[in-house]
């Protein structure tokens, strides 16, 4: 980092304050990661300089001769990990992955489908704020209210009912295996496209711990930075048929030059997801998931249909008198890192609702296992149970920065730092 620190004292001390936080806290938003050092690498690399608009030997720059070796090859990867006809790596991330299906797919005014956002859906599925909502007419599904699951019968319903021309299977905040052959059946039988959002999943599916969508989605769409563990970015896998629709929606239709640095990067992490170990890590996500959202049960939260199938568990903190800022804002104060959440029927606003959301993968990166979910539970408990209590806060916040120090961050190496460790707790802003 010796040219960062002489160049932009201020950015590089950012970066080193940001390291020791990832460090030094329990991050447990389930969208977020630690990716590895040789992804950062790539991410990193000088790939960030050439302009290559277009496909590999189709492209309106020259100089390709490497760009277009790399590219190929990441395809190649995402084809051979998901058992996909064809990828696409070029998506600057999931939102405009997302669109560029609904542009190659749809016209506008069509309907999609999709899971409402406060009962777990995305932005991108059809919600009222987003370009997807307004562009497009957005009909939602909901959980059921009392089991907190999705009812296939009440979206075969919907869908008869409302004939969409594309129908979205994919979750922020949903807890539970989504039954993908279902909502293949459900598009076939109302002629709707059906678009399989795996973002939150992609690691758990190529892991072995949770059901694909490819024999039965038309198009798959993922980010590549949260379980999968490799860069921001994001990819389209579809079948053969529909590649040059997708190919074209991507560019020209919605980008400009492929971010090559994140192309190399997520064939990096391709790479390392197709390893035995990887398969280790996602399974080991689901049995850590699994261990806090029972330690939490047996200290009286309610989930979100009880439990979790995957790597997300969602809180409802409306016995607790607190709200899922306050305790989500307290909880960051104590080093433990979520985000606050709506749960479905939420009566309360999504700037303060009733829940929190958490998550094992990043956690579970660090090699963290059953008897530190164990004490995460206890923790949580401990600040949302003391909620005013700063005292008690900064004591677990202490005994949060002890266990990190027993488990690195991939990818976080204190000593590319010219400077000495910092005294975390006065120099992280907390
Ligand atoms: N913002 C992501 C999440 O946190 O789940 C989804 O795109």
Redesign the pocket.
């Known amino acids: 980092m010796h040219a960062l620190k002489s160049v932009d004292p201020e950015i590089y001390n950012l970066l080193l304050q940001e390291s020791c936080y990832q460090l030094e806290s329990i991050r447990l ?3 977020e990661n630690y990716c590895s050092k040789a992804v950062l690498e790539a991410s990193g690399s000088i790939f960030t300089n050439k302009y290559s608009e277009g496909y590999p030997g189709r492209r309106y720059y020259e100089g390709q001769r490497y760009i277009d070796q790399l590219e190929t090859l990441v395809c190649q990867r995402a084809c051979a990990l998901f058992g996909a006809e064809h990828a696409n790596v070029q998506p600057y991330s ?1 939102s405009p992955a997302n669109l560029a299906v609904y542009l190659a797919l749809l016209k506008p005014g069509d309907a999609i489908m999709g899971l409402s956002l406060p009962h777990g859906g ?1 932005l991108t599925h059809g919600w009222d704020v987003s370009v997807t909502g307004r562009f497009w007419r957005a009909v939602r599904y909901t959980v059921d209210r009392e089991s907190g699951r999705i009812d296939y019968d009440a979206v075969r319903d919907l869908a008869k009912k409302e004939k969409p021309q594309i129908i979205v299977a994919g979750a ?1 905040a949903y807890p539970r295996t989504l039954d993908f052959k279902a909502f293949g059946e459900i598009a076939r039988e109302v002629g709707a496209y059906f678009l399989a959002d795996i ?2 999943i992609a690691g758990l599916i190529v892991g072995g711990v949770h059901p694909s969508p490819i024999p039965y989605a038309d198009v798959v769409t993922t ?1 590549t930075h949260k379980t999968l563990r490799g860069p921001r970015g994001a990819m389209i896998m579809c079948r053969a048929a529909l590649a040059e629709q997708i190919d074209r929606a991507v560019f020209p239709g919605l980008q400009g030059g492929p971010h090559n640095h994140t192309t190399a990067a997520i064939g990096v992490a391709l790479k390392e997801a197709s390893t035995p170990a990887f398969r280790d890590y996602a399974r080991q996500v689901v049995i850590n998931a699994k261990v806090l959202a029972e330690e939490l049960l047996a200290r009286g939260f309610n989930l979100v249909s009880g439990g979790t199938d995957n790597h997300l568990i969602l809180v409802d903190l409306s016995n607790k008198s607190v709200t899922g800022k306050q305790a989500a804002k307290a909880l960051d104060r104590a080093g433990i890192v979520c ?1 606050y959440n709506t749960v479905p029927y939420d009566p309360r606003k999504p700037f303060n609702p009733s829940g929190i959301r958490l998550g094992s993968p990043a956690v579970t990166s660090r090699g963290m296992g059953p008897s530190e979910m164990r004490q995460i539970a206890s923790w949580i408990d401990e600040v949302i149970s003391h909620i005013d209590d700063e005292a008690r806060i900064a004591k677990v916040a202490h005994e949060v920065r002890e266990m990190c120090r027993q488990f690195p961050a991939p990818g976080i190496l204190l000593e590319d730092f010219e400077d000495s460790r910092p005294s975390t707790q006065s120099q992280i802003n907390r």
């Open positions: 938003i389930p969208s999931g995305h922020t973002a939150h980010t985000n």
